[in-house]
C-alpha cells in the first residue's frame, strides 16, 4: 500500500511550491451539490488550477496530476492536461503505464485511465501491443466482464496487432464459464477480424460445430445462440437451408420442449422460409397439440403461442410477432 | 464429461443464483399477505425520495468527491427525479442552480463538470437537461447556444462519431449527447449529422444490441442512446430493428428486471435504458415491422444488406429514404422538428415488455425505504440509480396510453394509482411538460 498519503506533506508546507497562489473554486456564494471536500483534496485541487490555469507544463505539474488523479481519477480535465504535460517534457511513457496500472487497480472502471491507456499505448506503438494484452488479461481476471477493459483489448488487437494467441485465451475463457458473454462477443470479433483465420465464412463450418456443442451442453445459455444466429449474420438463406442449424433446434426441443432459444430460433427459420418435413411435423404437432391451438393453425403460429406461454415475460413480445406473421409462412 | 454428481456451476450461473434467490425472497413476502398489505407494500414513498433528494441538491459528504467531475450529472439526477414526481425546487435553490450550472459553461461552449473544468458532452447533456427541467426564461436563456454549437462541432471526429472533450474518447453515448443537446436547442443541422448514423450503424452487433464502439458488446445503455440519436437524426431505419428489438426484449429477466447485457445480472438502472429502449421501439413498431417482412422470405437480401457491407459503403446521402418513415416525405422533415413530432400520433401497438413485472422490481427491490432507488438488494441507493429507476417507473406506468403523456389505465399502474408519475420524452429524458416549454422556448415564435 501506499504511504504517501499518510505522509503527505500540505502543499502549503512544500518549499519547491511555495511560489504558487492556489486557486480555489468558484462556486460562488450559495453553492449546489456541494461537495463538503476534505482539506487535502480541497488544497491539491486549488494547486492543481493555479497549475492548469497557468498552463505550467513542467515536471512539479506532472507530479501534482499524479496527486490529483490518485483522489479523483474521475476528473477528466486533470487527465487531459496531465498529456500535454507528457508531451511537452518529454517523458517516460513506460512508467506512465506503470502509473496508469495502479490507478486502474483500484478503478477498473473509469473512462479516463482507459482513455489515457489508449493515448500512452498509441505513441509507443506496436511494441505496447503485448504490454497491452498482458494489462487486460490481468484486469480480466478479476472481473472477466469488464466492459472497458474488452474494448481496449479489441482496439489494441485492431490498432497494434498480438493477435497469435487471441483465439486460445477465448477458448480459455470460454472453459472456465460458457455463460461469459464477453467471451463469446471476443470470439466473434476475432472470427470476423482477425487476419490470421480467413474470415467468418473460413470458419463458418467448424464455429458452428462448436457453438452447438456448447449449446447442447447448457441448451438455457443464450450467448452461444446469439453466437449461431452471428455466424450466418446477413443471410437468412444460408440459416435456412443448413441443415445443422434445424436439427440443433430439433434436438434440443426433444429433451425440452419449452426451451424458449429453441423456439424463437425455429420461428425465425420458418419466417425466412424453412419448410418443415418429418420429424419437425410431428414435433410441431405436439407443440400444437400442448397449447390448444386449433389443427390447422399454421407452425409459426403455434410456436408463438407456446413462447407466450412459456416465456411470459415477452409475452407482448410475442404476442405482436404472431400478430406480423407473414401469411406465406408454415 | 462432466463427473458424476451435480455439474459445477460457472461464476456467472453463481452470481445470477445469488440474485435470484434474493429478489425472489422479497417477492415471496408480496405473495404472502392481503391486497392490503400488498398495496402499502408497493407504495411510491415519495416524501422520503424528497427528503434524499432536496438533502443532496445543497451539500454532499465528503465521499462524494470521486464525482467532483460529474456536478451537473448530480443535478441533472436529482432534478428530473422531483420532477417526476411532480414536485419542484424552491426559487432561491433554483436560482442558485442555474447560477452554479452558468460557472460550469466554458466561454468556448459546452458545459464541464465543475466550474473551470473542461467542456465535456456527457456533462454537457446533463446541465442542458437540468436547466430545461428548472424551466423558466433565466434557466433556458443562460445556455450559449452559438457557442454550443461550436463546441459540438469541435467535438466532432471525421468518422462521424464524437468525442467526449477535446482529444477525449469516441463512443456511441458522445453521440446521443451531442445529438440529444441539440436537438433540444434547435442547432441540430446537416454538419453535425454527417455520418453520425454510420457510425453507430457500425456499432450493432451481430447479438441485435448496440455497442459503445465497433467490435464491443452490445450493451443496455448504448443501445438506449445509439437508437434515440439514430431516431434524432432520421437514420433509424439503417439499424436492423428487428434483430434490436429481438435483442432488448430478451434483457427482461425472471428477476422482472432488465439486464444490460446477456448474462449479466439484473440492474434498476436499465429500466429506463432497455424499458426506454422498448418505448421508443414501441412507437417505431411500423418501421420494425417493415423491416421485418423484408426478412420474411429471404427477401432481405435485395433490400438491405448485412451490416458489414453496409457501413463500408453507405455514405448519408446515397439512400435519402434510408430513414424515412412510411408515408412520410423527405422535404417535409427538418431535422429538428423530429423530436416534437416523434410525438404526435397514436402508438400502433401495445407495450413490448412486461410493464408490470418491471414496476414490481423497482418498488420493491430498487426502492430503498429511507429514500433513492438501488440497483438491486444487497447494494447501496444512490442518485444515478434514483433517476433511472424513477424513470423507468414513468415509461412503465405510460406505455399502455395510446397519445403521448395521456393519463393511462389504472390497470397499468402496480400499487396505488398514486404512484403515478409525470410522463417523460423519451428520447431526452426529461420531464413532458418542461420538453414542450423548451420547445417552444428554442424555436421561438413562428
Ligand atoms: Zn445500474
Redesign the pocket.
Known amino acids: 500500500m501506499d504511504s504517501d498519503e499518510d505522509e503527505r506533506v500540505p502543499f502549503s508546507r512544500r518549499p519547491e511550491w511555495s511560489d504558487v497562489n492556489p486557486v480555489p473554486q468558484d462556486d460562488g456564494p450559495n453553492p449546489v451539490v456541494a461537495i463538503a471536500y476534505k482539506d487535502d483534496f480541497r488544497e491539491t485541487m486549488d494547486y492543481f488550477r493555479a497549475i492548469y490555469q497557468s498552463d505550467e507544463r513542467s515536471p512539479r505539474a506532472l507530479q501534482l496530476t499524479t496527486e490529483t488523479i490518485r483522489m479523483n481519477p474521475g476528473n477528466y480535465t486533470v487527465w487531459h492536461f496531465r498529456r500535454l504535460v507528457l508531451e511537452e517534457i518529454n517523458a517516460d511513457l513506460h512508467e506512465e503505464l506503470d502509473f496508469v496500472a495502479h490507478v486502474a487497480e483500484g478503478n477498473p472502471k473509469n473512462y479516463q485511465i482507459w482513455h489515457h491507456r489508449r493515448w500512452v499505448s498509441e505513441k509507443l506503438g506496436t511494441k505496447a501491443a503485448s504490454v497491452e494484452l498482458q494489462f487486460t488479461k490481468k484486469i480480466l481476471a478479476l472481473d472477466a466482464k469488464n466492459y472497458h477493459a474488452w474494448s481496449h483489448r479489441l482496439w489494441v488487437l485492431e490498432t497494434l496487432g498480438g493477435w497469435e494467441d487471441e483465439l486460445e485465451y477465448c477458448d480459455k475463457l470460454l472453459e472456465d464459464d460458457i455463460f461469459n458473454n464477453s467471451a463469446w462477443n471476443q470470439r466473434y470479433f476475432i472470427m470476423t477480424r482477425s487476419p490470421v483465420l480467413g474470415g467468418l465464412q473460413a470458419v463458418r463450418d467448424s464455429e458452428v460445430s462448436y457453438t452447438v456443442k456448447a449449446i447442447l451442453s447448457n441448451p438455457p445459455n443464450e450467448s452461444p445462440w446469439r453466437y449461431l444466429r452471428g455466424l450466418y449474420k446477413g443471410d437468412h438463406k444460408l440459416l435456412v437451408t443448413d441443415t445443422k442449424v434445424s436439427s440443433l433446434c430439433l434436438e434440443v426441443l426433444k429433451i425440452d420442449p419449452n426451451c424458449v432459444f429453441a423456439l424463437s430460433l425455429l420461428l425465425d427459420l420458418l419466417c425466412y422460409g424453412f419448410e418443415p418435413s418429418g420429424e419437425f411435423t410431428s414435433l410441431i404437432g405436439g407443440l400444437k397439440h400442448s397449447s390448444g391451438d386449433t389443427l390447422d393453425a399454421k407452425f409459426a403460429n403455434t410456436i408463438c403461442c407456446v413462447l407466450e406461454r412459456v416465456d411470459p415475460m415477452r409475452a407482448n413480445y410475442w404476442a405482436w410477432r404472431r400478430s406480423k406473421l407473414p401469411t406465406e409462412v408454415y | 464429461m462432466e463427473p458424476s454428481g451435480a455439474p459445477r456451476l460457472t461464476a456467472t450461473q453463481q452470481e445470477q443464483l445469488r440474485v435470484e434467490q434474493r429478489v425472489f425472497d422479497t417477492y415471496r413476502v408480496l405473495s404472502d399477505v392481503s391486497p392490503h398489505t400488498q398495496s402499502l407494500i408497493l407504495e411510491l414513498w415519495r416524501d422520503k425520495h424528497m427528503e434524499f433528494l432536496t438533502r443532496g441538491l445543497r451539500l454532499l459528504g465528503p465521499s462524494y468527491h470521486v464525482l467532483d467531475a460529474n456536478r451537473p450529472w448530480i443535478c441533472y439526477w436529482i432534478l428530473q427525479s422531483i420532477a417526476l414526481l411532480e414536485e419542484t425546487v424552491d426559487l432561491q435553490l433554483e436560482n442558485d442552480i442555474v447560477d452554479f450550472l452558468y460557472r460550469c459553461q466554458d466561454t468556448d461552449g459546452g458545459y464541464g463538470g465543475g466550474p473551470g473544468q473542461l467542456a465535456h458532452l456527457a456533462t454537457t447533456y446533463a446541465a442542458v437537461n437540468s436547466l430545461i427541467t428548472l424551466g423558466g426564461e433565466k434557466a433556458l436563456s443562460s445556455i450559449n447556444r452559438e457557442k454550443m454549437h461550436a463546441f459540438l462541432l469541435r467535438m466532432k471526429h471525421p468518422s462521424g462519431a464524437f468525442r467526449m472533450h477535446e482529444a477525449g474518447e469516441m463512443d456511441v453515448r458522445a453521440c446521443y449527447t451531442a445529438v440529444s443537446v441539440a436537438s433540444i436547442l434547435n442547432i441540430l443541422d446537416a454538419e453535425l449529422v454527417q455520418n453520425v448514423g454510420d457510425y453507430i450503424l457500425s456499432c450493432q452487433t451481430f447479438e441485435g444490441g448496440i455497442a459503445g464502439e465497433p467490435g464491443s458488446e452490445a450493451h443496455g445503455g448504448y443501445t438506449f442512446c445509439g437508437l434515440a440519436a439514430m431516431i434524432l437524426i432520421n437514420r433509424v431505419e439503417l439499424l436492423d430493428l428487428p434483430a434490436l428489438l429481438d435483442w432488448v426484449a430478451f434483457r427482461q429477466g425472471v428477476e422482472c428486471g432488465f439486464q444490460?447485457r446477456v448474462n449479466k445480472l439484473v440492474?434498476?438502472?436499465?429500466s429506463f435504458w432497455q424499458g426506454g429502449a422498448l418505448l421508443l421501439l414501441q412507437r417505431l413498431s411500423l418501421s420494425v415491422e417493415e423491416q421485418l417482412k423484408v426478412s420474411y422470405f429471404g427477401r432481405e437480401k435485395e433490400m438491405r444488406s448485412g451490416h458489414d457491407s453496409a457501413t463500408s459503403n453507405l455514405h448519408e446521402g446515397e439512400r435519402p429514404d434510408a430513414g424515412l418513415r412510411p408515408g412520410r416525405e423527405l422535404s417535409n422533415i427538418k431535422l429538428n422538428d423530429i423530436g416534437f413530432s416523434f410525438l404526435e400520433g397514436e402508438t400502433a401497438c401495445g407495450p413490448l415488455f412486461h410493464s408490470i413485472a418491471l414496476q414490481q422490481y423497482i418498488l420493491l427491490c430498487s426502492q430503498v425505504l429511507e429514500g433513492g432507488f438501488k440497483?438491486k438488494p444487497g447494494k447501496h441507493r444512490d442518485f444515478?440509480?434514483t433517476c433511472?429507476c424513477l424513470s423507468g417507473l414513468s415509461v412503465c406506468q405510460y406505455c399502455r396510453s395510446e397519445d403521448f403523456g395521456e393519463s393511462p389505465p389504472p390497470s397499468g399502474i402496480l400499487g396505488p394509482y398514486a404512484n403515478l408519475l409525470e410522463p417523460i420524452h423519451p428520447l431526452f429524458n426529461v420531464v413532458l411538460d418542461r420538453y414542450y416549454e423548451a420547445h417552444s422556448f428554442f424555436t421561438g415564435p413562428s
Not at chain 2, 440492474?267 to 436499465?270: H, I, K, M, S, T
Open positions: 444490460g440492474d434498476g438502472c436499465y440497483d444515478y440509480h433511472y
